[in-house]
Every structure is written in C-alpha cells, then in structure tokens.
C-alpha cells in the first residue's frame, strides 16, 4: 500500500501546507496554505506541486503593478492615459487579447486541473476589463460551462451520421456542422474552414 501523500509543512513558491482540508469536487485533496503576506488560502495538490498557484493571488498582483510602471515609462500612453482608450467599450477580440496580457497562463485547466488550458473564458457573461472574470479551461471544461456540450448531446438523436467542429482560420470562430461550411457568419470570410474534430458517428458520442 502507498504511502499517503502529506504535504504539512513544506513549502510551495510563497505558500507553506499547514494542513489537509478536504477534498473539491474532482476528488483532488485540498491543502490549507499560509502565504508570506500572512492570507490564508486553500489549494489542491495538483496546484501546488505544478507550481500552478506559488501565493494567495499576492505575486500576481505585484507583477501586474511592475508590468504596469514599465508601461507608464514607454513614449507610448497606455491604458486610460490613451486618447483611443475604450475601456470595457472594446471589442470582444481587444478584450480578450488585453486580459491574455495580463493573466498569466496557467499549466493546467483552473477548473479540473488535470488538462492543459485551451481557452481564456469569461465567468459572468459580461465581458468586462477584469482579469478576475476570466479563466483558463481545457476544451472540455470550456464547452461544459458554456452549454455547447449539452447541445451537442440534445441533437445526436436528431441526425444519422456524423457531426464535425470547423473553425475558421480567419476569427477563429467554431461550427458545428455535418459539412463544411461556406461562409463565415462573424468576419464573413469565404472558404476559410478546417476541421478540428470529428464529434458523432452513428449517433454515438465517442470522444466527449
């Protein structure tokens, strides 16, 4: 029989393991950390022993500030100090590209921490300038929480056949369709399609 795997007392980055404290909903044992700030905050052990979490969210945040003076000393305004500045205005490709800038990718998926992330989603559905309402996911976490999974089992007694995911090369939009499709619907672009994965054959979910 394996030994039991106790992380009490070692320390990972900024956090030392000060007990074991449950376990979440993906069964991965939850440690309760003390950072060098003296926060308190819980981690699952896939975190800590991938480096994923180091702090309570403190090192982040210092980063954040010192990325953000080095970009107040460039001849270019950055931010709110720029004329063109949007602010949750933007668009959700600016967005998007601005919260990449400023969260760090993390190794694994921040829901299941098992696989690596894909996609940076958005929590509340707002789509606002805050890197706290977004999150890096695998595909599958992804299209858990956005509902696109529970589509894809809402049709698989509606079609014979098989079902694919196209994505357009231009806008990085997916479709899913049992042929390629023809015309992009959100950049318009003609002919632009690949094909990223093969979903339903004979009504049978295989890969999902």
């Known amino acids: 029989m394996s030994k039991k795997l106790d ?4 320390k990972f980055g900024r956090l030392k393991v000060i007990k074991e404290d449950g ?12 950072c060098d700030c003296s926060n308190e905050t819980i981690v699952p052990t896939n975190s800590l ?14 980063v954040m500030k010192v990325s953000g003076r080095k970009n107040k000393g460039n001849s270019v305004n950055n931010g709110s100090d720029n004329g063109m500045w949007k602010g949750d205005d933007a668009g959700y490709d600016a967005i998007h590209l601005w919260v990449r800038r400023h969260k760090p990718k993390p190794r694994f998926c921040e829901c ?7 996609d940076l989603a958005n929590i509340s559905g ?7 309402d977004y999150e890096y996911l695998c595909r599958k976490c992804h ?7 529970e589509k894809l ?6 079609i014979d056949g098989s079902v694919y995911i196209w994505q357009c090369t231009v806008c990085n939009t997916e479709i899913i369709s049992q042929q390629k499709p023809y015309k992009c619907g959100k950049c318009k672009s003609v002919d632009k ?3 990223l994965n093969k979903l339903i054959t004979n009504k049978i979910f295989g890969e999902i």
């Open 7 to 10: 992380l009490t007392g070692q």
């Open 112 to 118: 299941c921490n098992e696989l690596p992330p894909m």
């Open 193 to 195: 399609f690949i094909l």
């Open 143 to 149: 299209m858990t929480k956005d509902g696109r999974l």
């Open 126 to 132: 707002e789509y606002k300038r805050d890197i706290d």
């Open 153 to 158: 089992h809402n049709i698989k007694n509606m």
């Open 23 to 34: 376990k979440n909903k993906h069964g991965h044992i939850l440690w309760l950390c003390i």
């Open 49 to 62: 022993r991938s480096g994923n979490t180091q702090s309570c969210g403190c090192l982040q945040q210092e």
